[in-house]
């Protein structure tokens, strides 16, 4: 029902909310020394509300869950905490913390989910603050840059360290401006704890850059042609986008690895990052769902919005693939243009300088120095295209296989609390069996595993809720990014071609005289 | 494939703007109206419109195929009396080999387009075929308008029997004497090559002459490279325009299948590279008219020119042999007028043609000078029209964009 979703209304439906407040307020003082044990999920910012209901009427697939309704909750939850519950300032800080929103009586379990968050108060609870007060325009204050790639060492044991530099005004971080040294390694190490710690809780973690043997070889071995400073650029982009998506997922930037990450002058060296490296972990990802499908998982669907995603999914996959291969023949096509342009300009030149008519050899020189010019936007709007729409594709295809990962662990999920309850059925048959067949010591073991199984199957169905739910606030803050993310794109890509036909009109606008001074 | 082409009026009539110079001379005038292709020829419709009093009749029409225009310039340019003409440059032969073997290609079924795509390939190969063949019609033209329009030319028996005779010629294809002929023309020509560089120790008496032969050697090699980058550049402005194409149809079908707040921008964009393709296609095909004919058209040119240098070059050494042979024979006096009239002769031939070849040098300057400025005017206007056509189109588009959102 609608209503579950949107924010209370002030005035008397108060009255019930306040209460379950009050409620929520024990469960925390308990909760915070019982914490309950899940899958190792720490500090997990759920910055829940609206999406918590797993009807099967999910919001239809065209409409993106543009959800501006969290801020409001938040608001007025900060207003309750203020002013009706002052005695929790002391274990809470004043801001709402997630967990005072399971207002939604569907799932009773949900307060003891969001109650995790609670581990670490302090930097925690400040750094939510924050982010949630920015949650209004989705723009956290942290920007990132990558920069001044620097080969260290000689020889096959040589690597390109780059500099990671943030700027923040959050608090939970040391500084306002600080600045790391890091290798290609440092990143896919970094991804490789972030995925391990969430991917598999529904979380989709943005992909590190592929690592590349050819590129990377022809750096070592100190080759200093335009390929390999090409193959730097791409590299260090690439990783600096990386860092900037990474960081506006408000989940991973609460995380400290993220944060040692960005902080610490020394990192420990990751180890094992062939395994774990972004084509590595979509290699898993892609495994695992192969296998997912071939187990014939009959999984009964009670959510439309899953099964309309998965094929919305697959499809603009598809799409994408095509449209970025179109764009990488364009790409090396322009760089032919510009090359064989190049070349014109010189033999134009040439011929200026061969014939003997003095007007018509000073129009030819300067037709091939407006050639040369020309090239020379070539070679600029080339360079657009690739870094400015070209990767953009491709990282979206990275990031589509990530958000498939998801919604794939959410299957398996699925099909463990299947798994559970077949057990748990079996357990009994076997308890049963065991009463008639009158053995007294095999039957309570009999019923401690009953027991157990009874728990696991309880499990089962919460992870599987927590992670239907987390996935659909995070499809819904992936597509947001999504549609901002190719809006900003696509206006940046032409806005470059217009730059080339602007200057077009003032290179040949120049010329145009000289050719008319041609008697 | 039959395909009879319209001649509209306008640019795309002429496409080759030397011809329209020339096409102004009343007693004589001559054009292609009509041409048709036929698997492996094509067919030209010659009308010829003259007061002059050769002809039988005031307008002639008769069809020629391209072999009769290569004939046509072997009479020319194997006449001795034209010695010193520069005999305007054969039409190349016409070649749809390449682009009839793409129209092939796409025909044969290539399963990764989709039907979206293959219309616009389509559409993109067959206005390629049809400006091939518009070029190759202006080409034939060109060379007969300026055989019309040469004072001496023009009065060719064999030129009128080409405007004239309404029976198919019958030119046949060159047997193997003739092909033997040319071979050894062939390396007649290297021995010309070797004249004209000056390494036959010949001396050159005019400064004029000099300096021609200094320039055109060089000017001919630069033309020809020049000729050959620009094609390069023409193409590779082509495959842009066909890149457009898929990504424009990609745009379209995500543009449909988008989410709500995407649509308006994917289609927009789909709709832009549509029609920057079309606006790309046409600065690639500016750039072939404008600049690589041209440039071919004097590559070729200058060719004849160098022909001309030969020929001259030759009866210089003529001349110059005749003279040794009337002083050996007045040294031992024997046959001393026959030596003398041959020298005259010869002295005679090598100054008509000198004069004439000065003349022509002249003219092929300012003709080529003409050429160029008319070209060069025109291809940067296009460049400019097609580039405020793209801006203009981009930032309408990026109006639409940046409301919607």
Redesign the interface.
């Known amino acids: 029902m609608a209503a579950e979703r949107e924010p209370p209304p002030l005035g008397d439906a108060r009255q019930p909310e306040l209460e379950e407040l009050e409620d929520g307020e024990d469960l925390f003082t308990s909760t915070v020394s019982t914490l309950e044990s899940s899958p190792s999920s720490p500090e997990p910012a759920s910055l829940p509300a609206e999406d918590i209901s797993t009807n099967s009427n999910g919001p239809k697939p065209a409409e993106i869950i543009l959800d501006d309704d969290r801020e409001d909750l938040f608001a007025e939850a900060t207003e309750e905490v203020s002013l009706d519950s002052p005695e929790r300032e002391p274990i809470l800080s004043p801001d709402p913390t997630p967990a005072i929103t399971p207002v939604t009586p569907t799932t009773l379990v949900t307060p003891r989910m969001e109650s995790k968050s609670i581990t670490a108060p302090v930097i925690f609870d400040r750094s939510s603050e924050e982010i949630e007060e920015e949650a209004n325009g989705d723009v956290f204050d942290i920007e990132i840059n990558v920069s001044d790639p620097e080969k260290v060492g000689d020889g096959m044991n040589a690597y390109m360290a780059y500099r990671v530099t943030t700027k923040t005004s959050l608090s939970m971080f040391h500084k306002n401006e600080f600045s790391v040294k890091r290798r290609f390694s440092d990143f896919l190490g970094l991804h490789s704890k972030l995925a391990t710690k969430y991917l598999h809780v529904g979380y989709i973690v943005p992909p590190a850059p592929e690592k590349s043997i050819v590129g990377m070889t022809k750096v070592k071995v100190g080759k200093e042609d335009s390929s390999s400073t090409e193959f730097v650029e791409k590299r260090r982009a690439a990783l600096e986008r990386y860092l900037q998506r990474t960081v506006k997922h408000p989940t991973l930037l609460q995380d400290p690895d993220l944060r040692q990450f960005l902080e610490s002058s020394e990192l420990p060296r990751a180890v094992n990052t062939q395994a774990l490296s972004g084509a590595g972990i979509l290699r898993m990802v892609n495994k695992a769902a192969d296998a997912v499908n071939k187990m014939t998982i009959k999984m009964n669907e009670s959510d439309a919005w899953f099964e309309e995603k998965q094929q919305q999914f697959e499809n603009l996959d598809q799409q994408l693939r095509k449209l970025h291969a179109s764009v990488e023949a364009l790409v090396c096509h322009r760089k032919e243009l510009s090359a064989n342009t190049a070349a014109f300009a010189k033999s134009a030149a040439m011929l200026g300088n061969s014939e003997d008519h003095t007007a018509l050899s000073r129009a030819l020189s300067q037709l091939a120095e407006v050639e040369e010019k020309i090239d020379q936007l070539h070679q600029e709007q080339a360079f657009a295209d690739f870094y400015v729409f070209s990767e953009l594709l491709g990282d979206y295809i990275r990031l589509i296989a990530a958000v498939k990962g998801v919604l794939d662990h959410r299957m398996k999920c699925w099909q463990k609390w299947q798994d559970a309850q077949v057990t748990l059925q079996k357990k009994r048959e076997a308890e049963a069996k065991l009463q008639l067949a009158n053995k007294p010591d095999k039957l309570q073991q009999a019923k401690d595993e009953i027991k157990e199984w009874e728990t696991k199957v309880q499990q089962g169905e919460r992870d599987f809720e927590q992670i239907s739910k987390t996935i659909r606030k995070e499809v819904g803050r992936f597509e947001k990014e999504r549609v901002k993310d190719f809006k900003a794109v696509i206006i940046k890509y032409l806005e470059s071609l217009v730059q080339t036909q602007q200057q077009l009109i003032k290179y040949w606008e120049a010329f145009l005289p000289e050719a008319k001074a041609i008697s | 494939m039959e395909e009879p082409l319209e001649m509209p009026p306008g640019e795309e009539s002429k496409p080759c703007s030397l011809s329209e110079e020339l096409a102004t001379d009343p007693s004589l005038q001559v054009e292609i109206s009509d041409a048709v292709s036929e698997r492996d020829k094509v067919k030209f419709t010659v009308q010829t419109k003259s007061s002059l009093p050769h002809f039988t009749r005031p307008a002639l029409s008769v069809v020629r195929q391209h072999e009769d225009f290569v004939w046509l310039h072997d009479t020319f340019s194997e006449n001795d009396e034209y010695a010193g003409i520069i005999i305007p440059p054969a039409p190349p032969r016409p070649d749809f080999e390449a682009s009839r073997e793409k129209l092939q290609r796409l025909g044969e079924g290539n399963s990764t387009l989709t039907r979206e795509e293959f219309a616009k390939m389509k559409q993109e190969l067959e206005g390629e075929y049809l400006a091939i063949f518009k070029k190759t019609v202006a080409m034939h033209e060109v060379f007969l308008q300026r055989l019309a329009a040469h004072p001496v030319l023009r009065r060719d028996h064999n030129f009128y029997v080409f405007l004239e005779y309404d029976q198919d010629l019958s030119v046949r294809g060159k047997n193997r004497k003739e092909l033997l002929g040319g071979f050894f023309r062939n390396i007649v020509k290297s021995a010309d090559e070797a004249l004209i560089t000056g390494m036959s120790g010949l001396k050159e008496v005019d400064e004029f002459f000099e300096?021609e032969r200094t320039?055109l050697l060089?000017?001919h090699a630069?033309?020809r490279?020049?000729c050959?980058?620009?094609d390069?550049?023409m193409?590779?402005?082509k495959?842009?325009a066909e890149?457009?194409i898929?990504?424009s149809v990609?745009?379209g079908?995500?543009g449909t299948?988008?989410?709500?707040?995407?649509q308006t921008?994917f289609l927009k964009?789909a709709e832009?590279f549509e029609r920057?393709r079309k606006l790309e296609g046409r600065v690639a095909s500016d750039e072939d008219l404008k600049l690589s004919d041209l440039l071919k058209y004097y590559m070729r040119d200058s060719q004849a020119a160098k022909d001309l240098l030969y020929r001259r070059l030759r009866a210089l050494a003529d001349y110059e042999n005749a003279n040794k042979a009337l002083d050996r024979a007045r040294m031992r006096n024997k046959e001393v007028k026959p030596a003398e009239a041959h020298q005259q002769l010869c002295c005679q031939h090598f100054e008509q043609l000198s004069a004439s070849a000065k003349q022509e040098l002249t003219d092929f300057?300012s003709r080529?000078?003409s050429a160029?400025?008319k070209n060069?005017?025109e291809?940067?206007?296009l460049?400019?029209k097609h580039?405020?056509a793209?801006?203009l189109l981009?930032?309408n588009?990026?109006i639409v964009?940046?409301g919607d959102?």
Request: cysteine-free.
């Open positions: 300096h320039f060089e000017y630069r033309v490279d020049t050959l980058k620009a390069r550049v193409r590779s402005h495959s842009l890149d457009y898929p990504i990609a745009l079908s995500l299948q988008e989410v709500r707040q995407l921008s964009l832009l920057l300057k080529r000078i160029f400025r060069l005017i291809l940067a206007e460049e400019l580039a405020k793209s801006s981009l930032r588009t990026l964009l940046k959102a």
